[in-house]
T-cell receptor, first 113, second 113 residues
Framework: GENVEQHPSTLSVQEGDSAVIKCTYS??????FPWYKQELGKRPQLIID?????GEKKDQRIAVTLNKTAKHFSLHITETQPEDSAVYFC????????????FGAGTRLAVHP | DTGVSQNPRHKITKRGQNVTFRCDPI?????LYWYRQTLGQGPEFLTY????????KSRLLSDRFSAERPKGSFSTLEIQRTEQGDSAMYLC???????????FGQGTRLTVV
């Protein structure tokens, strides 16, 4: 069945450093890859997404890259700030729809001042 | 806080009891999703509605679980004969047809004792 693997499970960086989180997916038909941020006790919130017809997308300090051949995509956060500390989830669609998603296990990012 | 609303926020129940959760999606969204999230894991897809039609159910949704969306607006998720393994956060999300972004509610945290 479909699977999404996410690495690392925890990531600790100093404020101002960059953070990279990587995911691989199994379903070659997947065409949409969102990233969600979840702060403690709060709902998952979409921070950026990418469709399969582009290789990279950027929004201020965050960017996502996609390699369809290798079936992996990555989240890049530059100039990290303490408020970036949260759990980040990658996801890919279960066959047949954008938002029937299979999520990675999450990466807990800690940004230290 | 406009957006997807879930009630109750927390539910503690004894094993064997039935529980029902409610989700009110964003008003113009015709697509509604239920997910389950256990501690330290990403959300797991349970079921999906388009308007009032339940179009897909995950294998995770045992016969003790039933979801409805009778008028294509709010949805309910009922768990019968709860088990300790049902303890989790139950998340609802909604999206508009043709749109990729799904918006999550705050979730209902179920504890079965």
């Amino acid at each position: 069945g479909e699977n999404v693997e996410q690495h690392p499970s925890t990531l600790s960086v100093q404020e101002g450093d960059s953070a990279v989180i990587k995911c691989t997916y199994s379903d070659s038909a997947s065409n949409y890859f969102p990233w969600y941020k979840q702060e403690l006790g709060k709902r998952p919130q979409l921070i950026i997404d990418i469709r399969s017809n582009v290789g990279e997308k950027k929004d201020q300090r965050i960017a996502v890259t996609l390699n369809k051949t290798a079936k992996h995509f990555s989240l890049h956060i530059t100039e990290t700030q303490p408020e970036d500390s949260a759990v980040y989830f990658c996801a890919a669609p279960i066959s047949g729809g954008y938002n029937k998603l299979i999520f990675g296990a999450g990466t807990r990012l800690a940004v230290h001042p | 806080d406009t957006g997807v609303s879930q009630n109750p926020r927390h539910k503690i129940t004894k094993r064997g009891q039935n529980v029902t959760f409610r989700c009110d999606p964003i008003s113009e969204h015709n697509r509604l999703y239920w997910y389950r999230q256990t501690l330290g894991q990403g959300p797991e897809f349970l079921t999906y509605f388009q308007n009032e039609a339940q179009l897909e159910k995950s294998r995770l949704l045992s016969d003790r679980f039933s979801a409805e969306r009778p008028k294509g607006s709010f949805s309910t998720l009922e768990i019968q004969r709860t088990e300790q393994g049902d303890s989790a956060m139950y998340l609802c999300a909604s999206s508009a047809q043709g749109e990729t972004e799904a918006f999550f509610g705050q979730g209902t945290r179920l504890t079965v004792v």
